[in-house]
């Protein structure tokens, strides 16, 4: 399989745990994003590496929140004292150039309770 | 004003209709466009890229008017397996960083 993966698929934790997930992009790819998905609506960007750089980082990802991609190549994503806010798809995208298609892993579907 | 807003829909349509879908962009430096569908509980999937000349694959045309700033997509004949959320995407240059900004999506019913 030479898509985007992501793991878990699915996460159910209690409030005030940490979470982490794993994104593995297509190999070749340089550029990796992370998004969040809520019911009813579109995918909101969290965070965005160029390699092993942290290029950007939305409002949306407090400081629970942190992301790192060590060596360029997979990416974690983690949530430290999770609320029941958190619960969401998260989404994993990654592409080789500016302005070429974006792929999406299955995501992970957070379940805070 | 949102970055990217589409057609609120919901859209309930027979098998067979035309269908179009509108999105509106705020940010006039924006690069490039993009269709994604995105089935119930998975992940968007690229449809199409969005072209000033316009493109057509198969039953789908996308527009992109970068006067008005907005796009465009048009389903005909559709068909029971194109019922989904249809996603408009922009690439905007910030910095010299690229971001995705999705749309809040369009859902789509074709019913038989």
């Known amino acids: 399989d030479t898509g985007v993966s992501q793991d878990p698929r699915h996460k159910i934790t209690k409030r005030g745990q940490n979470v982490t997930f794993r994104c593995d992009p297509i190999?070749?790819?340089?550029?990796l994003y992370w998004y969040r998905q809520t019911l009813g609506q579109g995918p909101e960007f969290l965070t965005y590496f160029q390699n092993e750089a942290q290029l950007e980082k939305s409002r949306l990802l407090s400081d629970r929140f942190s992301a790192e991609r060590p060596k360029g190549s997979f990416s974690t994503l983690e949530i430290q004292r999770t609320e029941q806010g958190d619960s969401a798809m998260y989404l994993c995208a990654s592409s080789l150039a500016t302005g070429s298609g974006y792929t999406f892993g299955s995501g992970t579907r957070l379940t805070v309770v | 004003r949102k970055e990217v807003e589409q057609d609120p829909g919901p859209f309930n349509v027979p098998e067979g209709a035309t269908v179009a879908f509108n999105c509106t962009y705020s940010?006039?430096?924006?690069?490039?466009f993009f269709w994604y569908r995105q089935d119930c509980r998975k992940e968007p999937k690229l449809l199409m890229s969005v072209y000033s000349s316009g493109n057509e694959d198969g039953r789908f045309t996308a527009q992109l008017n970068r006067a008005s700033q907005y796009i465009s997509l048009l389903i005909r004949d559709s068909k029971l397996s194109d019922s989904a959320t249809y996603l408009c995407v922009v690439i905007s240059l910030g910095g010299s960083n690229y971001k995705l900004t999705f749309g809040k999506g369009t859902l789509l019913t074709v019913n038989p």
């Open positions: 190999s070749e790819h340089n550029r």
């Open positions: 940010n006039s430096a924006s690069q490039s």
